[in-house]
């Protein structure tokens, strides 16, 4: 019986889990697909009476004056720079990673690191702002790339050491007196045996980099740069908003990251479980 009881509560608990994560995203697709004036009738119907899936082709369509010249070049931006960050982090976090696993005495540089996200980020508006502007980077996908690396590079470094940690020693040390260097054992053992960890790590930093708005705001002053996140809140901008406009947006707006999710799952799943087998 309560074997039972137990099976009941678990997926309960996981029914709840899901309504809570997707009855969100149902709303915004329902607001989307809705005429203004069903968003408008007050009291407010579930169900629109009249479906509308014309802002969808307005959001994907390149012709002058429609909002998708404007949505789909900052989905390009968004996509490039967040991807380009993870790939720069990536490179840069797994050897940091690597030597704070395999050589003790180095966890104070992670720690304080790690201690920056504690300063507002506002704090460092100014000095970003200088650097960027005496670089002329202002306004330029690279800019924003080298700026998300600065929020990205230390969380893949502390995910990334202690999955290192996890690994066993053993297979390291029978390379290392077969003769391979410091960088033959990370590409030939380490990395093979860690590709797991590496996924869930790539998709952390990008989905980091890819919901980021306070710097994009702040860096970039037009399409030229500007992020998905930035161009939706000027879709709320004036005195008569779409709201479903601003919904079919969010709709679109989660797809990268759904694919990307599904892409690498299974390595996702392993890669945030495998640390939990350290004894």
Not at 11 to 25: F, H
Not at 61 to 70: K, M, N, R
Request: with cysteine; proline share 6%; charged share 10%.
């Amino acid at each position: 019986m309560k074997r039972y009881i137990r099976t009941i509560l678990r997926y309960g608990a996981a029914l709840v889990l899901a309504i809570s994560i997707l009855a969100p995203l149902l709303w915004l697709f329902l607001m989307s697909v809705s005429s203004s004036a069903d968003l408008a009738r007050v009291p407010l119907e579930w169900i629109p009476r009249q479906w509308d899936f014309s802002r969808y082709g307005r959001l994907l369509s390149l012709e002058p004056g429609q909002p998708g010249a404007l949505f789909l070049h900052a989905l390009a931006n968004s996509i490039f720079t967040a991807t380009g960050a993870t790939l720069i982090s990536l490179a840069l976090a797994i050897p940091a990673a690597f030597s704070f696993s395999r050589y003790p005495g180095r966890d104070g540089w992670l720690m304080g690191s790690l201690a920056i996200y504690m300063v507002p980020p506002v704090a460092f508006v100014l000095p970003l702002y200088f650097v960027l502007q005496q670089l002329s980077l202002l306004n330029t996908h690279l800019g924003l790339i080298l700026v998300y690396c600065s929020l990205i590079l230390p969380f893949l470094t502390w995910m990334l050491k202690n999955q290192f940690d996890a690994l066993p020693l053993d297979i390291e040390q029978a390379a290392r007196l077969d003769g391979l260097r410091f960088w033959q054992v990370l590409l030939r053992i380490t990395l093979p045996l860690a590709k797991p960890s590496l996924a869930a790590s790539a998709v952390f930093g990008w989905l980091l980099a890819w919901d980021e708005f306070f710097y994009a705001l702040l860096f970039t002053n037009n399409i030229q740069a500007q992020t998905l996140p930035v161009t939706i809140a000027g879709f709320t901008a004036g005195r008569a908003t779409d709201d479903g406009l601003v919904a079919a947006v969010g709709i679109l707006a989660s797809v990268p990251p759904l694919f990307i999710a599904i892409w690498l799952q299974k390595f996702l799943v392993s890669g945030l479980t495998s640390g939990g087998s350290k004894g």
